[in-house]
């Protein structure tokens, strides 16, 4: 199983700042097969980005995602007050597809 | 516009069968992949596992001796089986679609909580 480690817990911005949000992968990951998540209270989560770098419909062009191999990253460049949410990042090139643990971007 | 919605009973007893439902609405069930994943209050999410109309399946190893699913074609639903639940089994399940096996979930769920407690 491919354990997903995200840094870091939680990040606590300003409206208007830069997040950086990171995920590293116990092994190596197809960037084809990994995906981040937006999750706020009560809600389902939302996809944000997938194949590592590709902003899912409807995602604002402030969400940038890099990264291959075990390093990923999420970048949200100008935090506007929609995104203060936790992320999550996911592989779904090997099974079981697994999830990080979260990292909450708070005010 | 592709809705899933989950049903169920929202407590279960300890080491009784947990059992649910999600209808898909807005689309065909056919051709695409459906999940389940759940995540205990306040923790993160947990893929259970998979299952495509044809009825092959991909569980989670961590569930598998306990996971069950189903798919309906007539009724455009499938359904999850979780055995033995106890109090760790708590959480809100959701269900999503995937277009195919190995992809990501851009429809999902609005969730269920399913509480396991006598």
């Known amino acids: 199983?491919?354990?997903?480690?995200?840094?870091?817990?939680?990040?606590?911005?300003?409206?208007?700042?830069?997040?950086?949000?990171?995920?590293?992968?116990?092994?190596?990951?197809?960037?084809?097969?990994?995906?981040?998540?937006?999750?706020?209270?009560?809600?389902?989560?939302?996809?944000?980005?997938?194949?590592?770098?590709?902003?899912?419909?409807?995602?604002?062009?402030?969400?940038?995602?890099?990264?291959?191999?075990?390093?990923?990253?999420l970048t949200i460049s100008g935090l506007e007050p929609e995104d203060f949410a936790v992320y999550y990042c996911q592989q779904y090139g090997s099974s079981p597809r697994t999830f990080g643990q979260g990292t909450k971007v708070e005010v | 516009q592709v809705q899933l919605q989950e049903s169920g009973p929202?407590?279960?007893?300890?080491?009784?069968?947990?059992?649910?439902?999600?209808?898909?609405?807005?689309g065909s069930i056919s051709n695409y992949y459906w999940n389940w994943i759940r995540q205990p209050a306040g923790k993160g999410l947990e893929w259970i596992g998979h299952i495509y109309p044809s009825g092959s399946t991909n569980y989670n190893p961590s569930l598998k001796s306990r996971v069950t699913?189903?798919?309906?074609?007539?009724?455009?639903?499938?359904?999850?089986?979780?055995?033995?639940?106890?109090?760790?089994?708590?959480?809100v399940y959701y269900c999503a679609r995937g277009r195919d096996s190995y992809s990501r979930f851009v429809y999902w769920g609005q969730g269920t909580l399913v509480t396991v407690s006598s």
């Open chain 2, 10 to 26: 929202g407590l279960v007893r300890p080491s009784e069968t947990l059992a649910l439902t999600c209808n898909v609405s807005g």
């Open chain 2, 69 to 91: 699913m189903s798919v309906d074609t007539s009724k455009n639903q499938f359904s999850l089986k979780l055995s033995s639940v106890t109090a760790a089994d708590t959480a």
């Open chain 1, 1 to 73: 199983e491919i354990v997903l480690t995200q840094s870091p817990g939680t990040l606590s911005l300003s409206p208007g700042e830069r997040a950086t949000l990171s995920c590293r992968a116990s092994q190596s990951v197809s960037s084809d097969y990994f995906a981040w998540y937006q999750q706020k209270p009560g809600q389902a989560p939302r996809l944000v980005m997938y194949g590592a770098s590709i902003r899912a419909t409807g995602i604002p062009d402030r969400f940038s995602g890099s990264g291959s191999g075990t390093d990923f990253t």
